[in-house]
């Protein structure tokens, strides 16, 4: 929970600077940026439920489970959280710079960052669990849940790139 919050008020620091600092000129850049963040993201996003999936196989206390932990551990807090912190500060400036925060598109968007968002939590959960060795998900269950980023990052492109509604 303490981490929780301390990404909540780095991601709203980073909100405020943008607001605060970045003008109508750097708009290109602000996207480009967001492109960036989302990429490193969604890889990470990716990446780290195959971990788990591997991880699962490994006996607890092994060498090839501890350095599962490290790479976890390192992925999620090096990669994955300053992506997301980097995806919801430039998005939500652009949302508000180019778009007034109106689209139906837009919304249905925000949406499913936030679960996609809600999903970033639980793998979080779930590196803590690994690093304790009180795992009790089966690789399957890894394996469906590396689906869901995929199936959200989808929607998510269309809305963007399609704006049906």
Known sequence: MKRAMIALMVTGLAIVALFAFVGDEY????????????????????Y??????????????????????VMERRLYRAIINPAMIATWAFGLWLAW????????WLHAKLAAVLVLSGVHGYLGGAVRRFAEDRNTKPARHWRMVNEVPTLLMIVIVILVIVKPF
């Open 48 to 69: 780290l439920p195959r971990l788990f999936v591997y991880h699962c196989d490994a006996a607890p206390g092994s060498v090839q489970s501890e350095t599962f932990k």
């Open 97 to 104: 710079q180019g778009f007034a925060f109106s689209g139906g």
């Open 27 to 46: 708009y290109l850049w602000v996207k480009a940026g967001h492109v960036i963040a989302v990429i490193a993201w969604m890889a990470g996003m990716l």
